[in-house]
């Protein structure tokens, strides 16, 4: 069994699972002899076992913190129960990852009626019942979820009955609010206890079960962080950045968290405790301003950044507190920073030498990548674009979406379908569900390490901070801008990166790929085994994924071809067909559509392979449902609308999903396959002639059964054959494959390897097939399901290893004893997730195969799969 | 390498495998001294080879032919040469299982126009151009595909000019009628050999390749007979049946194939082939007349055909000939015979101790048990039904259904799922599909022995064969039966136990067990060790399912209960309700309802244990959708009827089958499952304060993640606890599972099975889900499937081992590392199908369940599954 408890200067290696992310810091700060004021930690292992049988407090924590609270006392020369040398702890939650605000705090603990009153003859009035106000604050937030927002609603009541603010009362009037407050607890069924060891007790426990919070498990949810782990609770004995003018608290960047400059970058306030920077009421001043104010703790400060950059090898986000002049350090960890940041930062720290290449490319998160990708708004657009306010630039991105007032309203346009961006005067950790389903969040108070700022950047959502000309009027749901009044459900556009908040829809761009980016995915390149390729057929999307750094096309649609307006009359001529004539003049019109597009398409990806997967959706899709559509369309064929109407219904389905489609139609109508496969080398040839080289991949979905293959593959290759006939060619190599997306054809992979050149697994149908799940209906349950956490990640976004990696894995073992080297792919969602990446890379996958704009993320994300393999 | 062709008498124990059943049965005849005609049999092995590689005859078959006929020639002192001893032999197909005129088989090999006539002196011109005559037809349709009417018609012809049939023909007008037959080749580009040698090989080869015409695999399909087996050929001297009035031929039973009587059955026709008997062309006399025509071959025929019996234990079905009043048996196997005769003759066997329990019980197919149990129709209803015509009660049953005169359209209006009743003049290996998809066969011509009559008796189908009174004219597609005048489409019902037709529709009941049954199954159950229960819910069906032997109820589905039209209304109420008042109110009646149900249900079972499933189907099931119907309800819920209509819309679902249903409704709404829980329980304890021993078994449909499982169970548990205190009796023991019917449930199922007290796997959805099929869809593809061979097997009707067989054996081991005494059964179709029940014993199922009138095969299967193990 480890020790319950250690103190931040006890040589151990026990590192963040045992001490927690913040703990471990202390320990190690205090060690490198930075001054940290002094404390202890509590294990995560005390905190598992606490949620496990809350009864393990009593019959053994308990006396570990007595007796660790005893040694502070010693450590500190100061006491919970003597009177003139006042011990007053914070209680901090930290997990092993950081999980910024979403755990509780509790700070001042130690002060009660009596040594509130001692403390004030040591400090000033004002200065100690502030300390015990916030006290009773948090006490009665964290311990007995009594909302913030009434205690400042009494102070509030009587700061108007006296007409002045809290820090100008008299102590009696300060015991008046104390007393106010005390009342407070008292409606609730509840005391504030007087004794400080009782009030430790009770934080220390609140602490413990904040990890199982609402909040907490979303974050984790979010982020990837498992549950059991637990948080640690460090008990710090307190400074005082409140303490009068020559006080004061900040955080502060090594680095500029934002573009990555190698250059100190925070806020501090001047008489204030860190939560107030944190939590956004007052705005900030920048640090540099600090040197001017308090040179000596500046100097020193710089100092220890320094020292702390050095040590960790990275940047670090620093809090202090200044208590009359004397600078304390009280957390370090490696800070949040935009994706850009984060990408200057590890090249700028290889060129430093303190980082190899390896360590460069493992440091930066897939995420972050996605975030340099992101869209900007159209210059020429903006220039007419009507400015509403500006703030501070906190996240990057540009976005447009209705505006919603509430996290509340958020996740119910959402829900909708509907793109949202969330304005409030500051975010609080309450707010997460909302900001992780909006396009941009705005805030009208707090700065760039505001709530919003942090949670925004971890998550890469664009964001603008301090936007303070904002009037914000939640119960009537508007909110002015200048003189323009914004209801909810008002479109207005977002730039995270200029911080800046416009009316209306802004047509959005892409950055051009960055050179720091090339750089890091020329390196990840270098060390991934898994190849990327991407999801795409229309022209310029195939350009968008060779310009990404695509390795090929993994899954070229063919369907959405048909879907043009003389197209689709040809399709539906096909469909519909009276006499093989019909059919086979349609079926002529779509074969020379279908070959121009073939042949830009292999234009557009040059030498690189293509995987074209012949045509999927069910027939049905292509037929108009409207009656009005059915009598144009009637009067185009020269028919009669019923007669169509009734073609029409039978072609009905009542689960489409499981019906008529993809290799079914080849078994059924095999002359459309033909004409497909006839375009394909028909373009592949013509280009040939042209001097390319083109290796076609056809893919035939949705397969089953082996004989669906083996017939399919048969008539297929015959007009390959048929084709280089007719062209007079010699035939050249190409490859037929199957995509693997029913259980069943995971279940005979050995047999459908033996009639196939490739498999690529289209996990998006292998997913609903496995679970049962149509994606056009979960809706119905799915928050159900969430909200009872149920089903805690989409299996459509992060693979299911479970079931469907089982599958999945069975599958690529049975293909590989049948074909040792077959190429085997990876083309639906999953594919581009870094989250379900390394399961791929230890399964023996060849490529993932995502949407274009996933491509530079994946670069990255399956050279960590393969450096952490 | 086996010897490719052996003579009947050489003395060896290849058996079936090797020889085929009629070579093998011939060889064993010759052993046992009976009147066997001299031939050999080429191998099925050498079949194989020459389906794989044609040159192989050339190559290697070729040449043991020639010398097996040299042999032959020594042996029966005839040659192929020479024209005093004219040696002719048969050429017949005989596979390693019985396929009853699957296949081809050529008379008469050896005679040409040469030979014809030194036949016609030695025996007479009639005789020896009948015999050649044939040869040319049969030759003609076997190695030529030339259709056997096209010689009818130009015998026909020729008869007609010439005002005589052909038996009065002059040898002139004999070979005139050759010289007709031989341009018929000519017109199909082929000739017809005059070298007796070369008929035989091309005769051989036309035999081997017949393994491979559609019928054949249709009828192996059927039978589940392996397509890799290939077929014997036996050559054998010829002797002639219609060698004039003291010749004959015939087919004899040892017992009577439909009651099981312990007395010769059969029919001879006096100067015929053998295949005017099985034709059915004209209707033969009774075999005992026999005993009066030809005493001597009767009394010596008497003889062999006990001693037979005795030699194969089982009631033989025996081919012979006479020739000028020599006995020859051509033919021996085990007598095809109705599911009564089947248990009448496996008893008196046991009874006669010529077979043991153990070996009766593995005779009877569990198929035959079915025709036991087979409807009749209600002998009230009879006496007033208009009698059509009446024929030979060739197969038991009763059906209805509309008149079809050819297979193709039986095909069709099967497709279209209508019932039909196939009436031909006479049927033909051709008309095998649309004999399979008929309710009942009837046959104007043929008799008790004729290819409808063993195909309909093979089958379990009710058939009716020389109802002679029936004209049938195919071209206009009616019937004359006396004056009434039937067209296609009409309805008739058929008794195939009195051998009558009837007009019209007659109600059916289903017949009494009888002793027999009684007593097979009694043996069965004493050797089976996978128990067999029922799906079923009504009370009426309970019952059924208990009186057949069910050994619990498998699964008893609850939504049907939903539908009556006051229970409708409630369920409505439930899902459309707007407040919570409403929602509970609505519940309450139900719960009312429910508890009523499952009182009746637990007393129709008694003490038998059943499994409640519950609510399976999505909401939107229950609701009406056209506009009148929600017209009507939206009065009946007093709401405006577009916002009933509004409220249906949001309910519809894209893939229903993927939807919100199962286990997902008791996520999103546990009150319904907590109030049929509730209903169950307050049943079960009522039963129980009658005396009654109650244990409830409940069962949760759809589940897809254990958590789905936990959650649900976690708050039945607590429903059933609050009911156990509410009706204050002490908690007894009840069941909660799960139902395993998707895929990931199966790789999953370690994981459920701690959360759960026993499995049933629902292979219906299970096998949707694996092969991404849609029951209600696959219409529109599967018949493609079918006719391509690309799904030979109904994975609806027998389990599809390879995938879906795959992922239970897999669930079955993962949930018997969790819980190794684990009860687990299957409730899908295939549970009572016995293709399917010995892989089901094989990975260790407990039980399996299936419709009420399965039980009695099922019980059976079961006991085989067991023995064979």
Same mark, same amino acid.
């Given at each position: 069994m480890n020790k319950l408890i250690y103190f931040f200067e006890e040589d151990n290696n026990s590192g963040k699972e045992l001490l927690g992310g913040k703990g471990a810091n202390l320990a190690e700060m205090t060690k490198l002899?930075?001054?940290?004021?002094?404390?202890?930690?509590?294990?995560?292992?005390?905190?598992?076992?606490?949620? $496990?049988?809350?009864?393990?407090?009593?019959?053994?924590?308990? #006396?570990?913190?007595?007796?660790?609270?005893?040694? =502070?006392?010693?450590?500190?020369?100061?006491?919970?129960?003597?009177? +003139?040398?006042?011990?007053?702890?914070?209680?901090?939650?930290?997990?092993?990852?950081?999980?910024?605000?979403?755990?509780?705090t509790i700070l001042n603990l130690g002060l009660n009626d009596k040594r509130v009153r001692s403390f004030a003859k040591l400090t000033n009035v004002a200065f100690a019942y502030d300390c015990y106000s916030r006290l009773l604050q948090m006490f009665g937030d964290v311990v007995y979820s009594i909302n913030k927002e009434n205690f400042n609603r009494v102070r509030h009541d009587l700061e108007k009955q006296l007409n002045k603010k809290q820090q100008d009362f008299s102590e009696e009037q300060q015991q008046q609010l104390i007393e106010a407050?005390?009342? =407070?607890?008292?409606?609730?069924?509840?005391?504030?206890?007087?004794?400080? /060891?009782?009030?430790?007790?009770?934080?220390?426990?609140?602490?413990?079960?904040?990890?199982?919070?609402?909040?907490?498990?979303?974050?984790?949810?979010?982020?990837?962080?498992?549950h059991h782990l637990g948080t640690a609770v460090n008990i710090q004995s307190m400074v005082f950045g409140n303490s009068g003018n020559n006080s004061g608290t900040g955080v502060v960047f090594t680095r500029n968290p934002s573009t990555g400059e190698n250059k100190l970058f925070g806020e501090f306030l001047i008489n204030a405790q860190g939560e107030d920077v944190v939590a956004g009421i007052r705005t900030p001043e920048p640090i540099e301003t600090l040197q001017n104010l308090l040179p000596t703790a500046y100097k020193e400060f710089v100092h220890y950044a320094e020292q702390l950059e050095k040590h960790y090898k990275d940047m670090q986000d620093i809090e202090f507190t200044i208590e009359n002049e004397k600078l304390f350090i009280l957390q370090t960890r490696n800070g949040k920073r935009t994706a850009k940041a984060a990408l200057q930062i590890a090249l700028d720290l290889v060129a430093e030498q303190r980082l190899t290449k390896k360590e460069a490319v493992l440091r930066i998160s897939p995420e972050a990548i996605d975030q340099l990708i992101h869209p900007i708004f159209d210059e020429k657009e903006l220039t007419n674009a009507k400015l509403l306010a500006t703030g501070l630039p906190a996240s990057p991105g540009a976005a447009t979406g209705e505006l919603v007032f509430t996290a509340e309203k958020a996740k119910e346009y959402h829900a909708l379908g509907k793109k949202v961006i @969330?304005?409030?005067?500051?975010?609080?950790?309450?707010?997460? #569900?909302?900001?992780?389903?909006? *396009?941009?969040?705005?805030?009208?108070?707090?700065?760039?390490?505001?709530?919003?700022?942090? %949670?925004?950047?971890?998550?890469?959502?664009?964001? %603008?901070?301090?936007?303070?000309?904002?009037?914000?009027?939640?119960?009537?749901?508007?909110?002015?801008?200048?003189? /323009?009044? =914004?209801?909810?459900?008002?479109?207005?556009?977002?730039?995270?990166?200029?911080?800046?908040?416009?009316?209306?829809?802004? !047509?959005?761009?892409?950055?051009?790929?960055?050179? +720091? @980016?090339?750089?890091?995915?020329?390196?990840?390149?270098?060390?991934?085994?898994?190849?990327?390729?991407?999801?795409a057929e229309t022209v310029s999307d195939l350009q968008t994924a060779i310009d990404f750094g695509a390795s090929g096309i993994g899954l070229a649609r063919t369907e959405h071809m048909f879907f043009g307006e003389k197209r689709v009359l040809e399709m539906r001529r096909v469909i519909l067909a009276q006499d093989n004539q019909e059919f086979e003049a349609a079926l002529t019109k779509l074969l020379e559509f279908q070959q121009e597009d073939f042949y830009q398409m292999f234009k557009a990806v040059h030498d690189k392979p293509m995987i074209i997967r012949l045509l999927d959706p069910p027939m049905h899709e292509f037929l108009p449902h409207t009656m009005n559509e059915i009598n144009t369309l009637a009067k185009q064929l020269k028919r009669r609308p019923s007669e169509v109407q009734n073609q029409i219904e039978k072609l009905q389905e009542t689960n489409p999903m499981l019906g008529h489609r993809g290799c079914r139609l080849g078994?059924?109508?095999?002359?459309?396959? *033909?004409?497909?496969?006839?375009?394909?080398?028909?373009?592949?040839?013509?280009?040939?002639?042209?001097?390319?080289? %083109?290796?076609?991949?056809?893919?035939?979905?949705?397969?089953?059964?082996?004989?669906? @293959?083996?017939?399919?593959?048969?008539?297929?290759? #015959?007009?390959?054959?048929?084709?280089?006939? #007719?062209?007079?060619?010699?035939?050249?190599?190409?490859?037929?494959?199957?995509?693997?997306? =029913?259980?069943?054809?995971?279940?005979?992979?050995?047999?459908?390897?033996? $009639?196939?050149?490739?498999?690529?697994?289209?996990? $998006?149908?292998?997913?609903?097939?496995?679970?049962?799940?149509?994606?056009?209906?979960?809706?119905?349950?799915? +928050?159900?399901?969430?909200?009872?956490?149920?089903?805690?990640?989409?299996?459509? *976004?992060?693979?299911?290893?479970?079931?469907?990696?089982? &599958?999945?894995? &069975?599958?690529?073992?049975?293909?590989?004893?049948?074909?040792?080297?077959?190429?085997?792919?990876?083309?639906?969602?999953?594919?581009?997730?870094?989250?379900?990446?390394?399961?791929?890379?230890? /399964?023996? /996958?060849?490529?993932?195969?995502?949407?274009?704009?996933?491509? !530079?993320?994946?670069?990255?994300? %399956?050279?960590?799969?393969?450096?952490? $393999?």
């Open positions: 002899g930075l001054p940290v004021p002094s404390g202890f930690t509590i294990t995560t292992e005390s905190c598992i076992r606490f949620l $496990n049988d809350e009864t393990f407090f009593e019959k053994e924590l308990k #006396e570990h913190i007595i007796a660790s609270i005893n040694k =502070l006392e010693q450590q500190t020369n100061k006491s919970f129960t003597e009177e +003139n040398h006042l011990l007053l702890v914070s209680v901090r939650s930290g997990a092993a990852s950081s999980m910024p605000g979403m755990m509780d407050f005390k009342s =407070l607890f008292i409606t609730h069924d509840v005391r504030f206890p007087q004794d400080p /060891i009782e009030q430790l007790f009770e934080a220390t426990k609140a602490v413990f079960k904040s990890w199982n919070n609402q909040r907490a498990k979303v974050y984790r949810e979010i982020h990837h962080i498992p @969330l304005v409030r005067q500051e975010t609080s950790p309450e707010d997460i #569900e909302g900001m992780v389903v909006s *396009q941009a969040i705005v805030t009208s108070r707090g700065g760039m390490t505001s709530h919003a700022a942090v %949670v925004a950047r971890g998550m890469g959502t664009c964001c %603008v901070t301090g936007c303070e000309s904002l009037h914000i009027q939640e119960e009537s749901k508007t909110m002015m801008c200048g003189d /323009i009044r =914004l209801a909810e459900g008002d479109l207005v556009s977002v730039d995270g990166s200029s911080g800046c908040l416009y009316l209306g829809d802004i !047509p959005t761009i892409v950055v051009e790929n960055n050179q +720091n @980016l090339q750089q890091l995915l020329a390196w990840a390149d270098e060390y991934a085994s898994l190849k990327v390729r991407a999801n078994i059924t109508e095999p002359k459309i396959y *033909q004409m497909q496969v006839r375009a394909i080398f028909n373009s592949a040839i013509k280009l040939m002639k042209e001097g390319f080289l %083109v290796r076609p991949e056809v893919m035939i979905p949705l397969v089953s059964e082996e004989n669906e @293959l083996r017939n399919i593959k048969e008539f297929l290759t #015959e007009t390959v054959l048929e084709t280089f006939k #007719e062209q007079q060619v010699e035939p050249f190599p190409y490859e037929i494959g199957t995509m693997i997306e =029913l259980p069943r054809a995971c279940l005979i992979a050995d047999r459908l390897a033996m $009639n196939s050149d490739f498999f690529s697994f289209g996990t $998006n149908d292998l997913t609903q097939m496995t679970f049962g799940f149509s994606r056009d209906d979960i809706g119905k349950f799915i +928050n159900s399901y969430k909200e009872k956490e149920i089903m805690v990640q989409d299996p459509f *976004q992060t693979l299911d290893q479970t079931g469907v990696g089982e &599958l999945i894995k &069975l599958a690529v073992a049975k293909a590989r004893q049948t074909k040792e080297g077959m190429m085997i792919g990876i083309c639906g969602e999953v594919g581009g997730d870094p989250y379900s990446i390394p399961f791929f890379q230890k /399964i023996g /996958i060849d490529y993932i195969s995502c949407s274009p704009y996933r491509i !530079p993320a994946a670069r990255l994300a %399956v050279a960590q799969a393969n450096l952490i $393999n």
